[in-house]
Structure formats: structure tokens, C-alpha cells
């Protein structure tokens, strides 16, 4: 029942993910001073959006784990912290080919809003480093602390760009800057990514409480967005003066998508993994 | 016994420890000396201003990582702190007297250190100087009050030392900041640090509180 509910889902979020992604390259209007190049912030936004979302789950599992002790409050802490670590790292990503094009820079680096999301995203890493390092017994409590200590910084990125002058572009939604039909389809998108979100959430908890189950504790837990960062270098082969604008399009595009299918390829690997160690105890 | 009474026996025990062998203050007080240095011949000392808030904060930021290694790892020989978990001493005292402990250490550090900037950087400050006090202040408690409730956590995982920046680094990032941003204000007197001082504070407030509520889990987590 479980599968079935699980592979249903999992169609249900391609053909969103598909009809979002067709809504933002082709059916939205193209922006009038930066033309195509504005739909990366239809990968932009959602991903972001899933990733604090998933950074404030981890927060009240993390309560809750603290509260109850519960094991399973700890696999979605564990889940949650990654899959946010990937969705964060898309953000990363993606933003800056966007500025290179906008801005004609990688980053800004006395930009709050910039340096508070990266901020988050070290954060969520050290978590990811501390989770895989500490002693087999005291993993789940310390990790916890942390996971409450990292939180206290979100309200910090969120504010800071109301708080703050920064370049990166102001909250919009809602607000007459932007065109209705663009956000409409922005809405689409960002529902669209939190199935998907949802979808990988469910996938790696399953994994993360069978592995509690057969306290795999020697199973690496390498902080998921690491692949996708072997991207960056890519980047820097593109300077304004020689790229046609659509190129910074496609990279955003092939950057976020990158990281999705190497996530999914990683997590694969990892239940392959699972399922033989499950096989050789037996379980 | 109160908590005052305890906290003030857990300051003075560590100060007279360091007192008499000085380990962690003569390798905190070298490296700083050698960042200075170091940093003292990179850069051209007619354009050195701007730069300066941030070299100071890295000076001081890593010595104080030092020390705060060094404050929980004497706790684990002879399971020193296995006594305390035991002990009916609430968790906090021992908390508090830790931070006022490597408060007093890097503060002392500190004073220390600032004439050493004015010689090789010729330093003098356009802004007010009581305002660059108040940073290095809420700086330094930031730092120590983070460093010690990370300390007491990465000292239970495998990697020790290692482990402490790699935690505390992330999680200060926005005291640092303001922290380099506040002085570098004060020293070119361009603006006033108001908007820092505040953030640094609430800060203060903010990270001083979760400590205080989870360093027991943390002290005895199994």
C-alpha cells in the first residue's frame, strides 16, 4: 500500500514538475529588461522555498526530539537537514549565474541576504559533518542542540532582506512588481517543488529509519549537496562579453536539475547499499 | 550552595589553574602575536584601515578557539567532568563559570594585544573610542558564550578539536560581521556603529539564552 501510495506520488510530481517547468519557459511572459534569463527564477524561488521550509521541520523535530527523545523525530530531523542542504545548494547555484547576467557578478559580498543564505547552508553542513562525527550514542541529542542553535540564524536570513539595503530583488509576492500571470505560474512552481521536496523527504526518511532499524551506524552520511558543487567550476568558463543571454537560462536550469538527479543518483546508491546490508543481517 | 557561589569557585579554579601552568594564555598570546606580524608585513600600512577590523577579529577569533579547546579537554582528565555530571551542582554554574573564565582570558588577551596593533599598523581610532570597547565587548562574550557551549559539544564527538570551528564558525558568522564591520566603522570614523551594537546585543541575548537552557542536555547527552 505503502509503495503503491509511494510510486503514485512520485508520478503525480513529474507530470507537476513538467507542467510547472513548460509554465515557466514557455507559457510566461518574457521580462522586459532581462528578458529570458528571469525564468531561472522560477527554479530560483521554489527551491528556496523548500529549503527553509525543510530547514524549519528539522527545527521542530529537532524540539521534539528533545522533548520526547523519539527515533522517529530524529530520521525526519536527519531527512530534513539534507534534503534542505540540496535544495539550498540549487539556490546557490542558481542565483549566481542569474547575477552574472543581471548584476554582471558571481556574488556581492557585502549583500546580507547573500551571505545569510550561505550562512544557512554552512550551518546545515556542519550539522550534516557533526551528525556523521560524534560518538554512536550521543549523535541524535547533540545533533538536536545544534539543529536549534542553526534555526536561531533563519529569522536572521529571512528579515535580512527587509532589514538590510542589499541588491538582491525585494519579496514580491503580492506586491504590484510583479506581472499576475508570472505569478501565477511561480505559485505553480513552488508547489510543484514542495511535492517534490516531499517526495524526496519521504523517500530519504524511509531509507534513514531502515537504517536505524539495522543501526547501520557506519553508513556515510555525506552531505548530499557536495556533488552538485563539482558544478561551480563550469561557471566560470562563461564571461558576459561572449555568452548569449540564453546560455545563462540553460546553465541555471541544467545547475538546478544537476543537483536533483545527482541527489536521487546518491540516494539510490545508498538504499542499493541498505537493501545488501539488510540482506546480509538477515533483517 | 547557590548558583553564584558555584559559578564564582568554577571561575576561580579555572583562572588559578591557567595562573599556574599558563599553557593555553602563552599559546593563545604567541599565536595572536604571530597573526599580527605575519599580517604586518602583507599589507601596505598606508591602506591597512580598512582591512583592519576584520585582520583584529582574526587574530583574536582563533586564539580564542584555542583556548576554548583547552577549557573542556583539562575537564576530561581523571573524568573530571564525569564527576560533575554526577554531582547535584546544576549545569549551569559550570556553564557560566566556563564563559566568565575564557571571558576574562580573552578580554586580558585583548588589552594586551591592542598596543601591539598601534605599533605595527600606527592605528589610532576617528571615532569614539568607548564605542570600539562596547564592540570588542559584545564581541568577545558572543564569541566565548557560542565557543564554550560548542566546545562542550564537539569535546563528545570523534574528531575533538577539530570539530569545534568547523561548529562555531557557521554559528557566529553573523556576530563576526558586525563584529569586523562595527570596528572597522570606529577606526575610519565613517558612520556610526549604532545599527551593529545593536544587532550584536540581541545577539548577546539571543545565544546567551539557548545556551543556558541546553547546555544540561548537551553536558549529558548519551
Known amino acids: ?130 551528525r556523521r562525527s560524534s560518538t554512536a550514542g550521543s549523535t541524535s541529542v547533540l545533533a538536536a542542540a545544534l539543529a536549534v542553535f542553526a534555526f536561531l540564524d533563519v529569522p536572521i536570513v529571512y528579515m535580512a532582506n527587509r532589514w538590510f539595503k542589499t541588491h538582491h530583488p525585494p519579496p514580491m509576492i503580492g506586491t504590484s512588481n510583479l506581472d499576475p500571470s508570472m505569478q501565477h505560474i511561480l505559485f505553480i512552481n513552488m508547489l510543484a517543488f514542495l511535492c517534490f521536496g516531499l517526495l524526496i523527504g519521504w523517500f530519504r526518511y524511509e531509507m534513514e529509519r531502515t537504517a536505524q532499524k539495522i543501526d547501520a551506524a557506519h553508513i556515510q552520511r555525506a552531505a548530499g549537496g557536495a556533488a552538485g558543487m563539482m558544478l561551480i567550476p563550469a561557471m566560470f568558463f562563461m564571461s558576459p562579453g561572449h555568452v548569449a543571454p540564453i546560455s545563462y537560462l540553460w546553465a541555471g536550469y541544467l545547475a538546478a536539475w544537476g543537483i536533483y538527479v545527482a541527489y536521487l543518483l546518491f540516494l539510490m546508491n545508498k538504499l542499493a547499499r541498505l537493501k545488501k546490508e539488510a540482506a546480509e543481517l538477515g533483517a | 550552595m547557590s548558583i553564584a557561589k558555584l559559578t564564582w569557585i568554577n571561575v576561580t579554579k579555572d583562572l588559578r589553574l591557567e595562573w599556574r601552568s599558563r599553557d593555553v594564555f602563552n599559546s593563545m598570546m604567541f599565536f595572536a602575536l604571530v597573526v599580527v606580524v605575519v599580517f604586518s608585513f602583507s599589507f601596505e600600512k598606508e591602506d591597512s584601515r580598512p582591512v583592519m577590523g576584520g585582520l583584529i577579529w582574526i587574530a583574536f577569533l582563533f586564539s580564542t578557539t584555542m583556548a576554548l579547546n583547552q577549557s573542556w579537554a583539562r575537564e576530561l582528565r581523571n573524568g573530571v567532568l564525569d564527576a560533575y555530571r554526577v554531582s547535584p551542582a546544576p549545569a549551569e554554574a559550570l556553564f557560566l563559570g566556563k564563559c566568565l573564565g575564557n571571558f576574562i582570558l580573552v578580554m586580558l588577551l585583548e588589552c594586551l594585544m591592542a598596543p601591539l596593533f598601534v605599533v605595527f599598523y600606527n592605528l589610532s581610532t576617528v571615532g569614539p573610542l568607548w564605542q570600539l570597547l562596547l564592540v570588542a565587548v559584545l564581541g568577545t562574550w558572543a564569541l566565548v558564550v557560542n565557543g564554550t557551549f560548542f566546545a562542550a559539544m564537539s569535546i563528545r564527538t570523534r574528531n575533538r578539536e577539530l570539530m569545534l570551528p568547523l561548529l562555531l564558525l557557521p554559528i557566529s558568522l553573523p556576530a563576526v560581521i558586525s563584529m569586523v564591520g562595527g570596528t572597522t566603522q570606529v577606526l575610519s570614523g565613517e558612520g556610526s556603529p549604532a545599527v551593529q551594537l545593536k544587532f550584536l546585543a540581541g545577539f548577546c541575548v539571543i545565544f546567551t539564552t539557548a545556551c543556558f537552557l541546553l547546555f544540561d542536555t548537551v553536558l549529558n547527552a548519551e
Open chain 1, 1 to 130: 500500500m505503502k509503495t503503491k501510495l509511494f510510486f503514485a506520488f512520485a508520478a503525480f510530481c513529474c507530470v507537476f514538475l513538467a507542467y510547472g517547468t513548460y509554465q515557466g519557459l514557455v507559457v510566461a511572459p518574457t521580462e522586459e529588461t532581462m528578458g529570458n534569463v528571469q525564468r531561472i527564477f522560477y527554479v530560483h524561488v521554489p527551491a528556496a522555498t523548500v529549503g527553509f521550509s525543510m530547514f524549519f521541520v528539522n527545527f521542530l523535530a529537532s524540539v521534539f526530539y528533545l522533548w520526547k527523545r523519539s527515533a522517529k523525530a530524529d530520521a525526519l530531523a536527519a531527512t530534513t537537514a539534507e534534503v534542505g542542504v540540496v535544495f539550498c545548494t540549487v539556490v546557490l547555484i542558481t542565483g549566481p549565474i542569474w547575477a552574472r547576467y543581471a548584476w554582471g557578478t558571481w556574488w556581492s559580498t557585502w549583500d546580507m541576504r547573500l551571505n545569510t543564505t550561505l550562512m544557512l547552508w554552512l550551518l546545515y553542513v556542519s550539522y550534516l559533518m557533526m
